[in-house]
């Protein structure tokens, strides 16, 4: 594809939503606010923002019509980024609130362990675990911003990188995944829209990854 | 590691930045959304926008400002100043901030900190305290910028604002604010020790040291101030550069297009 690929931003509350939306326009991806399942015919790509508990974003999804078309999107391999709660929401269930979630992944979202301050609220380092495009041109260790009290926990094998879903870990208290990756998909728990420079590089790969699916 | 952050404040009235001594005599110090983009690009680790007028005037003009910043700076930004329903707290989140500030309101309303915590999730709700010293280890808080003693203490104030729901607390010294003589450290400290969340320091920072002093013997996680950058007395990457020297973990402001 050439040209600017069209993304849709899964809008299911009250989150803002200008930061993404202004941060993929200025990477060259033409944005479409997606609050219902027609809005996702003819997109390029799907992302899902957010911050808070899996439960009532579960409800609003439900509400709306989108949980059914965004798993057959995720159940395709087609390109999906998810932020933050839009991470959290791939695996099987929440510790927070016990909501069941997509279960693209395996594993649950669970309470940071032994966390100096909760919820984890600013930049940190983002440490690679393998490499892959969606961080080409950014330094390891590069600072991301957080705000979140839980994270994905993969189980046993899939933790320790056996079948190559982690990409990244961050710590504050115990590591955490902060990166996932698998076909098409990739999972973030900082927020590369509120980023600086390398969140903008991220979105742009993300966008490149868009451009080459 | 996590980083302290540095946040540099915006008190914004009728359109512009402006800047008082103890919340009085404002000064203008220039455009909200340019300067909050000179302020990313120099390294500010977030944003925060207070509404100091919003009280009592209209509060389109801040939404406008709050969308145009969002658009220009991709820092998180929390904004503050007379939120006072669930419904004007989503409108200024879909405006563009990451994070409300209730002061006033929820002192008056306790129960809206955890209603906004509910509906947006703990992490966007923060909860300011303005804080007088009424003794040795002792400060009451004070609403209405600063203009009316509440007889609350301020460390059950603090303790209970997270209870309810409060993902940050902001953190401020009437008695310091706008004078320059440093952060309130025993305040901080005592608060910080009472908390799981992050608290902010804010009010009375004169120089880098101060605001290794908040972080150091305050215990805070982060570290906001307005005048000393707005009037250029000290770059955002001085204050950085003091904090990594005296072994505090800071962001290194990227290579600035300055």
Same mark, same amino acid.
């Given at each position: 594809?050439?040209?600017?690929?069209?993304?849709?931003?899964?809008?299911?509350?009250?989150g803002n939503l200008v930061s993404i939306h202004q941060a993929l326009t200025t990477v060259g991806a033409d944005v479409r606010i997606a609050e219902a399942p027609m809005d996702l015919a003819g997109v390029d790509a799907v992302v899902v923002p957010g911050v808070g508990a899996a439960a009532p974003a579960m409800v609003r999804l439900d509400g709306q019509g989108l949980t059914g078309p965004i798993a057959a999107w995720l159940a395709a391999d087609r390109p999906f980024l998810g932020?933050?709660?839009?991470?959290?929401?791939?695996?099987?269930?929440?510790?927070?609130?016990?909501?069941?979630?997509?279960?693209?992944?395996?594993?649950?979202?669970?309470?940071?362990?032994?966390?100096?301050?909760?919820?984890?609220?600013?930049?940190?380092?983002?440490?690679?675990?393998?490499?892959?495009?969606?961080?080409?041109?950014?330094?390891?260790?590069?600072?991301?911003?957080?705000?979140?009290?839980?994270?994905?926990?993969?189980?046993?094998?899939?933790?320790?990188?056996?079948?190559?879903?982690?990409?990244?870990?961050?710590?504050?208290?115990?590591?955490?995944?902060?990166?996932?990756?698998?076909?098409?998909?990739?999972?973030?728990?900082?927020? %590369?829209?509120?980023?600086? %420079?390398?969140?903008?590089?991220?979105?742009?790969?993300?966008?490149?990854?868009? +451009?080459?699916? | 590691?996590? +980083?302290?952050?540095?946040?540099?404040?915006?008190?914004?009235?009728?359109?512009?930045?402006?800047?008082?001594?103890?919340?009085?005599?404002?000064?203008?110090?220039?455009?909200?959304?340019?300067?909050?983009?000179?302020?990313? +690009?120099?390294?500010?680790?977030?944003?925060?926008?207070?509404?100091?007028?919003?009280?009592?005037?209209?509060?389109?003009?801040?939404?406008?400002?709050?969308?145009?910043?969002?658009?220009?700076?991709?820092?998180?930004?929390?904004?503050?100043?007379?939120?006072?329903?669930?419904?004007?707290?989503?409108?200024?989140?879909?405006?563009?901030?990451?994070?409300?500030?209730?002061?006033?309101?929820?002192?008056?309303?306790?129960?809206?900190?955890?209603?906004?915590?509910?509906?947006?999730?703990?992490?966007?709700?923060?909860?300011?305290?303005?804080?007088?010293?009424?003794?040795?280890?002792?400060?009451?808080?004070?609403?209405?910028?600063?203009?009316?003693?509440?007889?609350?203490?301020?460390?059950?104030?603090? +303790?209970?604002?997270?209870?309810?729901?409060?993902?940050?607390?902001?953190?401020?010294?009437?008695?310091?604010?706008?004078?320059?003589?440093?952060?309130?450290?025993?305040?901080?400290?005592?608060?910080?020790?009472?908390?799981?969340?992050?608290?902010?320091?804010?009010?009375?920072?004169?120089?880098?040291?101060?605001?290794?002093?908040?972080?150091?013997?305050?215990?805070?996680?982060?570290?906001?101030?307005?005048?000393?950058?707005?009037?250029?007395?000290?770059?955002?990457?001085?204050?950085?550069?003091?904090?990594?020297?005296?072994?505090?973990?800071?962001?290194?402001?990227?290579?600035?297009?300055?």
């Amino acid at each position: 594809m050439s040209g600017r690929p069209l993304v849709a931003v899964v809008d299911y509350g009250a989150g803002n939503l200008v930061s993404i939306h202004q941060a993929l326009t200025t990477v060259g991806a033409d944005v479409r606010i997606a609050e219902a399942p027609m809005d996702l015919a003819g997109v390029d790509a799907v992302v899902v923002p957010g911050v808070g508990a899996a439960a009532p974003a579960m409800v609003r999804l439900d509400g709306q019509g989108l949980t059914g078309p965004i798993a057959a999107w995720l159940a395709a391999d087609r390109p999906f980024l998810g932020i933050c709660l839009g991470l959290q929401l791939l695996f099987e269930g929440s510790d927070e609130d016990d909501a069941v979630t997509f279960g693209t992944l395996p594993g649950r979202t669970v309470r940071l362990v032994d966390a100096p301050t909760l919820p984890h609220i600013g930049w940190n380092q983002v440490e690679r675990s393998r490499a892959h495009p969606i961080f080409d041109g950014i330094e390891d260790a590069a600072d991301y911003y957080f705000v979140h009290s839980y994270a994905g926990a993969l189980p046993g094998a899939a933790a320790d990188g056996a079948d190559d879903i982690v990409l990244a870990r961050t710590t504050h208290g115990r590591s955490f995944v902060s990166a996932v990756a698998r076909g098409s998909m990739v999972g973030v728990q900082f927020h %590369p829209e509120r980023s600086g %420079p390398d969140g903008l590089r991220l979105l742009a790969n993300f966008v490149e990854l868009v +451009r080459a699916a | 590691m996590l +980083r302290r952050r540095v946040i540099p404040c915006l008190d914004v009235a009728d359109r512009r930045v402006v800047k008082g001594t103890r919340f009085v005599d404002l000064v203008d110090e220039g455009d909200p959304p340019e300067l909050a983009e000179r302020y990313a +690009r120099e390294g500010a680790d977030e944003l925060v926008f207070l509404d100091i007028t919003a009280a009592s005037e209209r509060r389109g003009t801040l939404l406008d400002i709050v969308e145009r910043t969002a658009r220009r700076a991709f820092i998180p930004l929390t904004v503050g100043g007379g939120v006072r329903t669930v419904d004007e707290m989503r409108r200024v989140l879909r405006a563009g901030a990451d994070k409300v500030s209730l002061n006033t309101a929820a002192v008056a309303e306790p129960g809206l900190i955890a209603a906004c915590a509910e509906r947006f999730g703990r992490q966007a709700v923060v909860v300011a305290i303005d804080t007088r010293a009424t003794g040795p280890a002792a400060w009451e808080v004070v609403v209405q910028g600063g203009r009316r003693p509440t007889g609350l203490d301020a460390l059950a104030w603090a +303790r209970r604002a997270v209870d309810l729901g409060a993902g940050e607390l902001l953190v401020t010294s009437i008695d310091r604010d706008g004078t320059g003589a440093g952060f309130d450290t025993a305040l901080l400290r005592a608060i910080s020790a009472s908390v799981e969340v992050p608290v902010i320091a804010s009010g009375g920072a004169a120089g880098p040291a101060d605001f290794v002093a908040a972080v150091r013997d305050g215990g805070a996680d982060a570290v906001l101030a307005a005048s000393i950058f707005h009037r250029r007395t000290y770059a955002i990457g001085d204050v950085k550069a003091a904090m990594a020297a005296a072994g505090l973990p800071v962001r290194l402001v990227p290579q600035a297009v300055a």
